[in-house]
């Protein structure tokens, strides 16, 4: 439960709100690099974080991201020529690059210099994983990009995709990261007997309720679930993690198709980003990876990629919120078979998991009202996210504090995912396990424990 104070300042991210500051101090991905498929091609509309913006990719194949009006007199960008270079506004001809420099003002006498004292304002952006990522915040010299694994990912490990949500970010984000929904949305069609020996899917499905652990970590909140196996020598763990302000890993990579032993690889942790189009609109950008497996006759297989290659969504169009919308919707009960429901082939009687997701999402009005939900100790993640997000976005307001992870890249560089750990250990040691490479996520609360090296 929150004070309606308090879910009015998590949830409205607009410029100069509490969240939309904090929000603005991080790089945050604007687009896919796809939408931009060629150097002097259409501009892009880009609704995000409460501001109207236009993308193009000019001559030399650079991004630029400003507000789409022009500076002159208001009018949208959008129509303009994307050409040598710049954006040229079609209603006076004033041209801008890609970090807001006026580069042409054809209808104002040269001898004034007014072209060269204006400039656009216009966000920095660089591409990263098959994404266009903008700094809109205040600083002269943007922060670091934050140490994603899956940015030294090999692109043909990894799957990216991108689905619109139809309500606030908050209520968006936390569903994916809400441990316990899998067991019923996803899967209480699914007995665990049914599924593989030994897979970290099974053991989700045979203790629908666990126990909990959070521990803060540099750059956001770990969540650790844990449930006692058969004979009680040992606990499988289920580990995801919040990042700031807006990614999670909830294991996707490892977690739910096997466990790491079984041959399935982890290439990189996977991430999920649920982007603010504005209060009531959300982009999610899913980056899956860590699902690689090579098969007996050599090949490669990909865990659920024919799922996240084929969201059924409408072809993009060039609105505000035109782009990667499902086909269901709210409009036809998102297309929900009740004979399938009732027989069980699925627990929802929707086609798509992604899909469920979406349902659960929308269906909580566009910002949910929280003075009056009832959280339980499986949502002990939630509540600990909502804490840090609310106290980095007062310290930041009122004294101006750098919020978590944004000077600390390497913050970033931690993994979700599940094992199987003597009963004896605590989340600390789940999370060690799961370090990155020989430096580790940066997390000095996390002291190494002598079986951990041991065991290196
Ligand atoms: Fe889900």
């Not at 506004?89 to 006026?102: I, L, S, T």
């Not at 006692?228 to 909830?250: E, I, V």
């Not at 098969?295 to 799922?307: A, I, L, P, Q, V």
């Not at 009005?365 to 993640?381: C, K, Q, S």
Request: charged share 25%; with cysteine; glycine share 10%.
């Amino acid at each position: 439960m929150l004070s309606a104070k308090d879910n009015e300042l998590i949830t409205r991210v607009g410029p100069g709100t509490p969240m939309g500051d904090l929000m603005r101090q991080y790089w945050v991905p604007a687009c896919l690099s796809s939408e931009l498929p060629k150097p002097d091609g259409d501009p892009l509309r880009v609704l995000l974080l409460g501001e109207r913006l236009v993308a193009f990719r000019d001559t030399e194949g650079r991004v630029g991201l400003m507000p789409h009006q022009c500076p002159h007199k208001k009018a949208s960008l959008f129509y303009g020529r994307n050409e040598e270079g710049g954006l040229r506004c079609v209603f006076h001809g004033w041209k801008f690059d890609v970090a807001g420099r006026c580069m042409d003002m054809p209808n104002e006498p040269p001898e004034r210099g007014f072209k060269d004292k204006l400039r656009a304002k216009a966000y920095p952006c660089v591409e990263r994983a098959g994404l266009v990522w903008t700094y809109m915040g205040p600083r002269e010299t943007p922060p670091p990009m934050p140490a994603l694994e899956v940015f030294d990912a090999n692109p043909r490990d990894t799957t990216l995709m991108a689905y619109q949500v139809e309500c606030n970010w908050l209520q968006a984000f936390e569903n994916d990261l809400d441990i316990t929904h899998f067991g019923f949305l996803h899967g209480g069609h699914s007995e665990a007997e049914q599924l593989p020996e030994g897979s970290a899917l099974r053991e989700l499905m045979r203790d629908r309720a666990p126990r909990y652990e959070v521990l803060d970590t540099a750059a956001g909140v770990m969540s650790g679930s844990y449930r006692t196996m058969p004979g009680g020598t040992m606990k499988s763990w289920y580990l995801q993690n919040y990042l700031f302000p807006f990614f999670g890993q909830t294991g996707v990579g490892i977690g739910i198709g096997e466990k790491v032993a079984s041959g399935w690889t982890q290439k990189a942790a996977g991430i999920t980003m649920k982007v603010p189009m504005d209060d009531t609109h959300t982009m999610a950008f899913v980056i899956a990876s860590g699902l690689a497996a090579t098969t007996e006759d050599g090949s490669r297989e990909f865990y659920n990629d024919e799922m996240w290659r084929s969201l059924p969504l409408r072809p993009n169009t060039t609105d505000w919120l035109g782009r990667f919308r499902w086909i269901d919707g709210e409009h036809n009960d998102y297309g929900i078979d009740r004979d399938k429901q009732r027989s069980r082939v699925t627990f929802t009687g929707l086609s798509n998991v992604i899909l469920e997701d979406t349902c659960m999402s929308e269906s909580m009005d566009p910002i949910v009202d929280r003075t009056d939900e009832h959280l339980g100790v499986a949502d002990l993640f939630h509540i600990r996210i909502r804490q840090r997000l609310i106290a980095a976005a007062k310290a930041l307001a009122d004294h101006g504090a750098v919020p978590p992870g944004v000077d600390n890249p390497d913050g970033y560089l931690i993994r979700p995912g599940f094992l199987e750990l003597p009963a004896d250990l605590t989340i600390v040691d789940a999370a060690e396990t799961l370090r990155v490479g020989d430096g580790g996520a940066h997390m000095p609360e996390l002291a190494p424990k002598p079986w951990a090296r041991e065991d290196a």
